[in-house]
């Protein structure tokens, strides 16, 4: 499963030429969401298994999308719209009118991952995020990207660790805030095929072997 393109040169050809409007849909058929709480930390699909310490993931630049999300007043999602940034950014101009009461359309970014290492290698997820902490991360990781090849250099596949960073909001009822960092590594090569070769994880639970870590509630 990859949609990387064929090199380097045409990836981040087509990054830049959006960079100027990433201010801070991804195909995820098929994947868990990985997914940051204050309390559980990095978990990932429907029984929240937890992220293994120190595990290394290799970041898909070219799953990278950018859009909007609006909820109504009682949490219901009323619009979810996400473009691949390759492709072009969506607008705010381009979004529907909301029939319903809410705070409008907020940004939303997403991404595509796959861990290289540890109990969870293989595993394909996708990170999708529209907190002010999550946006402005992307930015950061989008622009690293884009200035590696800028300076020319092929390898411009990130491989992270996933931490966190925390700090006290100053609205009293929001508390202590967690958002998400992507600590960069090292880098791969397109060609090196960590999206190629990431077997397809079978829905057999009954008999896979039982984690080492705790299935948050």
Not at 159 to 170: A, F, P, R, S
Request: aromatic residues 8%.
């Amino acid at each position: 499963m990859s949609n990387l393109p064929t090199n380097a040169s045409d990836l981040i050809g087509s990054l830049m030429a959006a960079a100027p409007q990433i201010t801070i849909a991804a195909d995820s058929s098929g994947m868990d969401f990985l997914k940051l709480s204050s309390a559980s930390g990095w978990t990932y699909g429907q029984d929240n298994v937890e992220v293994e310490d120190g595990a290394k993931w290799a970041l898909n630049p070219a799953s990278m999308s950018k859009g909007f999300i609006a909820w109504s007043d009682n949490s219901k999602v009323l619009g979810d719209v996400l473009q691949v940034v390759t492709k072009g950014l969506v607008t705010k101009a381009e979004l529907p009118e909301l029939n319903e009461p809410s705070d409008g359309w907020a940004e939303q970014c997403a991404f595509q991952l796959v861990c290289l290492t540890g109990e969870d290698s293989g595993t394909n997820v996708m990170y999708k995020a529209s907190t002010q902490g999550g946006n402005k991360e992307f930015a950061r990781v989008y622009d690293e990207i884009v200035q590696r090849g800028k300076a020319g250099k092929p390898d411009v596949v990130p491989i992270v660790l996933l931490e966190k960073g925390q700090y006290q909001h100053d609205t009293k009822k929001y508390g202590m805030v967690t958002f998400p960092v992507f600590k960069i590594v090292g880098w791969q090569n397109l060609d090196d095929e960590v999206y190629e070769e990431a077997p397809v994880v079978e829905a057999e639970v009954e008999e896979a072997p039982k984690r080492r870590r705790r299935k948050v509630v």
